[in-house]
């Protein structure tokens, strides 16, 4: 590659950077459904055509800012865990180390995390493009669950969800296969402690605990060890993991 192409691409890059920091501003502002090209040209100082010439359309800063926002929140998610895993700490304290450590990426970045939490932005799908980075989430999750089952750290539950199975393939293969009896439903469970852990950040962020509970910080501890009874893991909030 050439030097001029180089610096092309070192331009461009910086480029897209630069509107980036700027939309994750004006999400805090405006919201996700309020972010415009303009919005960004104005709030940035440039030109609406410099903006466009690296997002043609608002749904491409859309789709970057949501790939960049699942991917800084996975690996902090990922770093916490492995350093909870170099501390040789039980499944139930890596747990609560990650879910912290999502805790923290979404007060430090509130205008991110409503954009992949919030309400669905009108009029944007987001492509196939979004899948990978948005599996990072469940992927720290499933592989903590599935080391509590081969570590023998996990109690079988009392009863066993109704039915055939619930899951699509996919979520089979996250989790590396379908676990044997008694812990068959464990994949389900594990869902519905994904689940939990975004609904109490969402009540968190969006201030909707704070006139309930006097110590947030130490109610989200106990909410976490309280949906991992669900999965039969025992979250150990006597000692600290962060």
Do not use: C
């Not at 030097?3 to 630069?18: F, I």
């Not at 440039?46 to 699942?70: G, M, N, Q, S």
């Not at 990922?78 to 912290?100: F, I, K, M, S």
Request: hydrophobic share 45%; proline share 7%; net charge negative.
């Amino acid at each position: 590659m050439d030097v001029s192409a180089t610096r092309a691409l070192d331009e461009n890059a910086g480029a897209q950077a630069a509107i980036k920091a700027t939309a994750r501003q004006l999400l805090v502002k405006l919201g996700a459904g309020g972010l415009t090209l303009e919005a960004v040209a104005r709030e940035g100082g440039l030109a609406a055509a410099d903006v466009e010439a690296v997002f043609p359309h608002r749904d491409d800063l859309l789709t970057a800012l949501l790939i960049d926002a699942y991917n800084d929140s996975g690996a902090a998610m990922e770093q916490a865990d492995q350093a909870a895993r170099g501390a040789h700490a039980p499944a139930g304290a890596r747990l609560l180390a990650v879910t912290r450590a999502l805790r923290t990426w979404s007060f430090a970045n509130p205008g991110e995390f409503t954009l992949i939490y919030g309400s669905p932005v009108p009029g944007y799908h987001a492509p196939q493009d979004t899948v990978p980075p948005a599996s990072r989430t469940p992927a720290v999750l499933a592989g903590i669950v599935r080391s509590a089952l081969e570590a023998g750290e996990l109690t079988p539950p009392r009863r066993a969800v109704p039915g055939p199975p619930l899951l699509l393939p996919a979520a089979l293969e996250l989790f590396g296969g379908a676990p044997e009896a008694p812990f068959s439903d464990v994949i389900e469970r594990g869902i519905v402690l994904w689940s939990n852990l975004i609904g109490l950040l969402v009540f968190q962020v969006f201030s909707r605990t704070h006139d309930s509970v006097r110590d947030e910080s130490a109610f989200f501890d106990y909410a976490i060890a309280v949906a991992a009874e669900g999965i039969g893991l025992e979250v150990p909030l006597d000692e600290t993991t962060d």
